[in-house]
């Protein structure tokens, strides 16, 4: 059973500035699931990037079924029989699942004995024939553009197979998916394996090496800290060697102290522009020293009420932030009335990802001094103020505040939009799921960044999917539920279960 | 009356399509082409300067050099079309400032070629070749039946090659290997790359292709506009095969009712003003109904048109 497939050996990658690859050696064995476990940077997604052609290595060799080869493109990946399925998929939109499938490998048939026409025909069958021994739920006929991330993940999966792929090569498969296509996605990855397939996993996620890996390697800022065998291996022990300290799953959060009220709703509705209620008058008070915490399941409203609080959607009711009325203020108000909006939507809502860090940094409040004098914006004084808040906020951005926003990671670019909204020292902050899809790291210390606003007395609104994020930072919880709050309780009197029950729409 | 709309209508739509269908290449692999103009007019350039020489040659039968100036027109778009591909591919040029500039320096260029050869080799001082008319052909058996009487018609033999090439095309995109590659260039460039293709090769073909047909259309336009190439061959039609396309939706079949209609309309509204026996200074004006057209035509049913996705956009291998 235990033969080696591929072997990694003394491998180096260095870009401008950072070692990806610091010296890795390792080897996988044939018809394994092997997991790459690190924090965002660590260099896992870059050594796949090496094995999968798209990198060459600057030192180390890699040892393909006893032999050393060259793997300079991913085309001669995929001629050595590895596939990769990537972060962002790369699929033609407008195209059936058939035609993405073949791409490149079209099933050819002469008309007439000279003409060379593509065999759609043949196409089809070969298509189908894999999508039904897979068990994919998916129809060869099916355009791309109408299928949901998780069917465009296996179709993904299918080009790999089309392919004969032995090592597939997962980037961060899970980043985008609900909880019941995770759970589907192990399934199929654990079917691959028992058809003989090697897997290359690559994930920042402890639960799921813990539900399907054997082997993990665990990766910290460019060096591999260790293999280890998961079944053995405590979940704890790992968290602890993958972001390279010991890590305390416990937030310092000291008792509430509840100041005067600072925001209050009465019977905010949100109508869409599909003439849909969205929230049904929705009624709470947050108070400063508190964190108020809005716990749902995706689309139930939560998303309606922030961006109806900051002002990007019209609504009706009332909202009071620090004993005046901004329901009918315009954005700019609101904020300058002291509102911080952390939004979901990071890449459109958030950011300019086009622009630099010190553009994104002062983006609300360039028009007045001290960055704006006249019509004229300061530019060294916005640079100045940029290079503060990267150091205070923990802002990674290679080339400081002239970072194009778009080359940096998830986790900092959310930092930086924290860095910005609470720099704006407003007495209401509203986040939404601003975890997401970060690392624990990044997760951790945002989370206490709430709790550390809480306790310097601001007021804050966390709308969050995460249950366990709810629980362990809120004070107090209301459960929203299409479009009704349904219970409203402090955190310390609901149960992980209960709760989960309500958001369910079970209990009301 | 009727069977002069149509057959004027043919003879204007056909060469529209076929510069259109080129403009479809192009920009179905991503690669905008305002340049069809230009193309076309060096196109046009290259088959008159080939026609040119050939009687020289061959004096006594036009219809050789006739055949083989259409083919010295697609090699001269084709390989005029080099500058944009060389600018939007390689050096990564912004695609529209590409178009614009090539349109304007094959205006000068072929102006300008035009006269110092005429002045050089074929002692002439005009800044145009003269062609020969072109032949055009009747089917007699149907000639007198009604509306299909006016399409078989005083047919000229580029009709023929024009549909031809509609077919063959039709087939390269949508059957072929290259086809389905290039398509999948205008929607998704990365996954062409990771289906381990050349993006910047497929596209390359793509927009040497593009300029081969706007030669072809171009020739075709001095043959039965003119009979001579001459700046004059610059009277938009590059421009009018871009609106068709888009009004077509980047789809051949559909771009080829565009093109009817607007060469329907322009030989209607030349009908039209011959009924009135208008003015000449109103009969340019009358001349503008078919861009009027276009534009209204545009407002009410390219709504729902979806350009390729990735039109227009450089492609960096390293982006990912």
Redesign the interface.
Known sequence: MSETILELKHISKRFPGVIANNDISLEIQRGEIFAFLGENGAGKSTLASIIFGMYSPDAGEIILRGQAVQIN???RA?ELDIGMV?Q?F??????SVT??II????P?KRLLGI????DYKKARAQVQELIDRYDFDLSADDLIEDLNVSSQQRVEILKMLYRDAEILIFDEPTAMLTPQEIDSLLAIIRRLREAGKTIILITHKLEEIKLVADRCAIMSRGHLIDVYDVQTTSTQLMANRMVGRQLSFQLDKAPAHFGPAVLELKELSVIDAFKVKRLDKASFTVHAGEVFALAGVAGNGQIQLADALAGLVQHSGQIILNGQDISQASVRKRIQSGLAYIPEDRHGVGLFLDFDVTENLISKQYYRPPFAHWAFLQKKTSQRYAELLIVRYDVRCAQGPATIVRSMSGGNQQKLIIARELDTHADLVIFVQPTRGLDIGATLSIRQRIIDERNSGKAVLLISLELEEVLTVADNIAVIFNGNLTKVTPAAEISLAELGEYMMGVRQ | MLNQVIIDGLAFALPLLVIAIGGIFSEHSGVTNLALEGLLGFGAFSGGLCFTILVQFIPFDSAVAFYVSFIAAALGGATFSLIHALLCIRLQANQVISGVVINIAAMALTGFLTAQLNQSFFSGSSNKFFLSTAPRYTLDLLSGLPILGGLVTNVYPFEIIALLLVVICWFLLYRTRFGLHLRACGDNPQSVDAAGLSVARIRLVAVMISGGLAGVGGICFAYSISTNVSPAIYFGAGFLAIAALIFGNWQIIPTLGACLIFGLARAASFQLVLLLEMDSSIFDLAMIVPYVLVLVLLVFFSKNNRAPKALGQVYDKGQS
């Open positions: 493109s991913p085309a995929v990537h962002h790369k699929l033609v939109s407008n195209y035609e993405n791409l490149g490998r079209e050819i003409i060379p026409a593509i």
